[in-house]
T-cell receptor, first 119, second 117 residues
Framework: GAVVSQHPSWVICKSGTSVKIECRSL??????MFWYRQFPKQSLMLMAT?????????EQGVEKDKFLINHASLTLSTLTVTSAHPEDSSFYIC???????????????FGPGTRLTVL | AQKITQTQPGMFVQEKEAVTLDCTYD???????LFWYKQPSSGEMIFLIY??????QNATEGRYSLNFQKARKSANLVISASQLGDSAMYFC??????????????FGKGTKLSVIP
C-alpha cells in the first residue's frame, strides 16, 4: 500500500514554455501533499505544502506565480512550472501524507520524481 | 542550527555486514517523529522506518532498526546483513510537534552508502 505516482518521470522543454507535473496517491486519500526540489547530490528542499481544496503554502523564496500548485482532489496534486528557464532544471519530487487514520503511522510517501530539463 | 545532522557524507560496508548510519536531531518539542528514507540512483524516496518520540522501544522493520537515544537526541539507522541493493543515499528526517503545521518533514543532508561485494 501507500503508493504515490508521479508523471511524467522526465521532461525536456524549451525555455519559456510551461510544464505540468502530476502527483497521485493511488491507494489512499491525501489531504496534504508536498512538493520538493532536489539538486544533484543535495538533500530535498521543500517548495510548498499543497492542501486539498485550498491554496498551497509556499516556503520562503519560492515564487508562487512561477510554481503553480493545484490540489483539486484527495488523490491528485499538480505542479506547473510556468515560463520555465534553464535554472528551473532540477529533480522535482512530490509526497503525499498518509494520516494513518486507517492504521499505521502518519507518514509521507514519495513519488518517483520528475527530472526537468529546460533548454 | 541544523535540525537534522548526518555527519557521514559517505559510508562503505562489506556485503553481509551490519552498518550504522548516524543521525542527530535538534528540537524543543516533546512530540516529534523521526523517519529514515532510502533514495537509490533512480531518485525515488523509499520510506524505511519510523520512530515516535514517545515510543519506548526501538523501531524495527526487517533488516532495518532504529537506535533511538532520546537523551542524546540521536536516531541512528542500523542495517543488518547488508546487500548490494542497499547501496543508496539515506536521509534522516524529522516531523515536529502536532497540528497542521507539523506535517512537514525536515531532512538531513544524507549519507551515501556503498556496499562492497
Amino acid at each position: 500500500g501507500a503508493v504515490v505516482s508521479q508523471h511524467p518521470s522526465w521532461v525536456i522543454c524549451k525555455s519559456g514554455t510551461s510544464v505540468k507535473i502530476e502527483c497521485r496517491s493511488l491507494d489512499f486519500q491525501a489531504t496534504t501533499m508536498f512538493w520538493y526540489r532536489q539538486f544533484p547530490k543535495q538533500s530535498l528542499m521543500l517548495m510548498a505544502t499543497s492542501n486539498e481544496g485550498s491554496k498551497a503554502t509556499y516556503e520562503q523564496g519560492v515564487e508562487k506565480d512561477k510554481f503553480l500548485i493545484n490540489h483539486a482532489s484527495l488523490t491528485l496534486s499538480t505542479l506547473t512550472v510556468t515560463s520555465a528557464h534553464p535554472e528551473d532544471s532540477s529533480f522535482y519530487i512530490c509526497s503525499a501524507r498518509d494520516s494513518g487514520l486507517a492504521g499505521g503511522t502518519d507518514t509521507q510517501y514519495f513519488g518517483p520524481g520528475t527530472r526537468l530539463t529546460v533548454l | 542550527a541544523q535540525k537534522i545532522t548526518q555527519t557521514q557524507p559517505g559510508m562503505f560496508v562489506q556485503e553481509k555486514e551490519a552498518v550504522t548510519l548516524d543521525c542527530t536531531y535538534d528540537t524543543s518539542d516533546q512530540s516529534y517523529g523521526l523517519f529514515w528514507y532510502k533514495q537509490p540512483s533512480s531518485g525515488e524516496m523509499i520510506f524505511l522506518i519510523y520512530q515516535g518520540s514517545y515510543d519506548e522501544q526501538n523501531a524495527t522493520e526487517g533488516r532495518y532498526s532504529l537506535n533511538f537515544q532520546k537523551a542524546r537526541k540521536s536516531a541512528n539507522l542500523v542495517i543488518s546483513a547488508s546487500q548490494l541493493g542497499d547501496s543508496a543515499m539515506y536521509f534522516c528526517a524529522m516531523r515536529e510537534g502536532v497540528g497542521a503545521g507539523s506535517y512537514q518533514l525536515t531532512f538531513g543532508k544524507g549519507t551515501k552508502l556503498s556496499v562492497i561485494p
